[in-house]
Structures are given as C-alpha cells and as structure tokens.
C-alpha cells in the first residue's frame, strides 16, 4: 500500500476551484470527510454537485480541471495526482448521474457488475468473481436470473441497482454516488441504504452523495452540505440544522440536478 493512502480521511479539499473549459464551475470548497462518516451534497441544477463528484471521484468530466486550491482522495493530490490516480480510483466507486440509464449496452449484468476487476486483471478466478456477482445482486435484491441478461430487458429501477452493484463490486474505501436513489421505490431503496451503512460500519466506507431528496441525510445518517453557483452556502448535521452562511438563505424551491 502507497504511502499516501490515507485511511483515516477520505476526502479533504481546501479552498478547491474547479473550471470546465475556462468557466469557473467551482469556486472556493473546503470541506473534509473523514473514513466510516457519509456527506450528502444538494443545492439546485447548475451549482457544481456533479463537476464535484467526478472530480472527487477521480473520473473529472471533459474539460474540468482544478485551478485553485486542491482536494486529496485518500491522500493522494487531485491537482497532481500521477501515477496514483490508479489507486485512488481502485479505492473510490463511483455511481456517475445517469449511471443506470447509461450501462453498456453490449455487456450482460454479469459482465458489468465484474468489469471494475476483469478490466485490472484479466486472470482473475471465474467462480470467485461469479459468487461476488451473485452476492451483490443478492444484497441489491435482484433475482440471480438477472446475471446473464442485458440492460435493456431491466426496468430502470432494476438497473440502477445493477450500476450501485457494480460501484460496490471493488469494496471501496469511498462512495462517490451522484442521484443515488434514481428509479428507486421505497422498498428498494431500503436495500441500497443498508448496503452503504453496512459498509461504512464494518468496512469504514466514507459515502459522498449528492441528492437533493430530503430523506437521504437521515437515511444515511450523513451531513448535509448545500452548494449554489460553485460556493458553499449551508452546512449541518441534518436539513434541519443547517448553518447559512450571509446571504445563503434558505431555498426552498432546489430541483435535482
């Protein structure tokens, strides 16, 4: 293990400004998540969740770079990260906004639960990766008859869950989810919610979420951190609790985005 794995925080950024083709997207972020703790971003369409979530993530949309301050994954530089961008995407899964709707429609279930590892070991054991599979679909609540199929004979419930799988499938040490809870039914969710929570209490996961569904704070027993126009307006424990910095004042109309 590299030594700049840091396994006690998972995300810190300081004063990190992000642009997308020269137009400052993010402007200004300090925020620090620590291993086993989650943190669910909202704010409204255009704030920067989803520029922030890939870039965090280790997968930067097209065009963002950082051009102020710094975020460290796992300690490793998200300015600078190297040859260490490997390891910090091996240990951070990431569910892109979009993710169930955009699965690879040339792949079976199997086949794109499993990709994070057969595209880093091609020698990897077939019966292994196969029981993996059948567990992370058992824990998603899928029938084990969804492993041979592709993902246009799924609903789109039921591939949303098969792209959280497949966020899961390394054991990561970060979930980076950006909409989580798209398609999803209450019931459903409740499996998708005990996967992360399960994590994070016997693995010491970390979950970045951005949502803006009200429920998910309480959910996934996270802090709340409210982004508008690329600043940070609101933090807290809950949506009930949230500090407002001056002029941040509470918006009541935020949409998904």
């Known amino acids: 293990m590299p030594r700049s794995l840091d396994t006690a925080v998972a995300i810190r950024a300081d004063d990190l ?18 291993a086993a703790r989650s943190l669910v971003v909202m704010g409204p369409t255009g704030s920067g969740k989803t520029s922030l979530a890939s870039l965090l993530a280790g997968r930067p949309d097209e065009g963002l770079a ?4 710094d975020a460290r994954v796992h300690g490793i530089s998200a300015r600078h990260p190297g040859r260490a961008v490997r390891e910090w995407t091996f240990h951070t899964g990431y569910l892109p906004q979009g993710a169930g709707a955009n699965l690879p429609a040339r792949l079976t ?14 020698r990897v054991n077939a019966r292994a990766l196969a029981v993996r599979v059948a567990t992370l679909l058992d824990e998603m609540e899928l029938p084990l008859g969804t492993a041979p199929k592709y993902p246009y004979e799924l609903s789109a419930g039921m591939r949303q869950r098969v792209a959280v799988a497949r966020s899961l499938v390394l054991e990561p040490r970060l979930l980076v989810a950006d909409d989580l809870y798209a398609n999803l039914d209450v019931e459903v969710r409740a499996a998708v919610r005990t996967a992360i929570v399960r994590r994070r209490e016997e693995r010491g996961m970390a979950a970045f979420v951005v949502t803006n569904d009200a429920d998910a704070p309480r959910d996934l027993e996270a802090d709340v951190l409210v982004l508008r126009g690329g600043h940070v307006v609101a933090f807290g424990p809950s949506t009930e609790e949230l500090q407002w910095t001056p002029g941040g004042a509470p918006d009541r109309r935020i949409s998904a985005g």
Not at 110 to 117: A, D, K, M, R, T
């Open 109 to 122: 279930v199997s086949e794109v639960i499993s990709e994070p590892i057969t595209a880093r070991d091609r």
């Open 17 to 34: 400004s992000l642009a997308r083709n020269g137009v400052r997207v993010i402007d200004g972020v300090t925020l620090t998540l620590a």
């Open 66 to 69: 950082v051009v102020g301050g």
